[in-house]
């Protein structure tokens, strides 16, 4: 007959999730903007952090932290680097995962009162052993789509209209380091 549960699992659990929480929002902290790979009209290629859109200008910043400006007229097509958060994917997962495992767990039919609050018990220790092994299982499925939804998404400027243009302008400032620079 098992005694009281302490509830060390849980606090595990709690342990866990806010280290994943914490250690994504200290990344979010840090934010800085879509990395763009742009060809311009001449053929050149020009890669770099996108640090703003003002008008129908982009600021960049490139690897040798020269600043650029390159207007989208003069932009033949442009790739958004696109990051891959696997670890989002993995707390989500867990999360879903724990609140299925404990839910779907079975149940046992009391027949003794006097036996209940033992059953309970056991009951309890039983479902978190299920909400544990759904929340590993969702981890790891979640962590794998998580990273899988990194892809790079690739826009070709040189044959889109003037709204489609402003449009993607609109795209790029959410994806910049400033957002309302003007």
Do not use: C
Request: proline fraction near 3%; charge should be positive; charged fraction near 20%.
């Amino acid at each position: 007959m098992p005694g009281k549960p302490t509830g060390r699992s849980f606090r595990l659990i709690v342990a866990a999730l806010l280290f994943v929480f914490l250690g994504q929002a200290l990344l979010w902290g840090a934010r800085k903007g879509a990395i763009l790979r742009v060809q311009r009209t001449d053929q050149t290629m020009v890669e770099g952090e996108l640090v703003a859109v003002r008008e129908t200008k982009l600021i960049f910043v490139d690897s040798s932290s020269r600043d650029l400006t390159i207007d989208i007229n003069d932009v033949n097509f442009l790739t958004i680097d696109k990051k891959a958060h696997p670890w989002i994917g993995a707390a989500l997962g867990m999360i879903l995962g724990g609140i299925v495992g404990f839910a779907v767990a079975p149940s046992e039919k009391v027949e003794n009162i006097w036996e209940a609050p033992v059953a309970v018990t056991e009951e309890f220790l039983g479902r978190t052993g299920y909400g544990l092994a759904g929340a590993l299982a969702g981890g790891v499925l979640g962590g794998v789509i998580g990273g899988a939804l990194g892809s790079d998404s690739q826009i070709i400027v040189a044959r889109m209209s003037p709204d489609e243009r402003e449009h993607l302008l609109s795209k790029l400032r959410s994806k910049a380091r400033v957002k309302n620079a003007s």
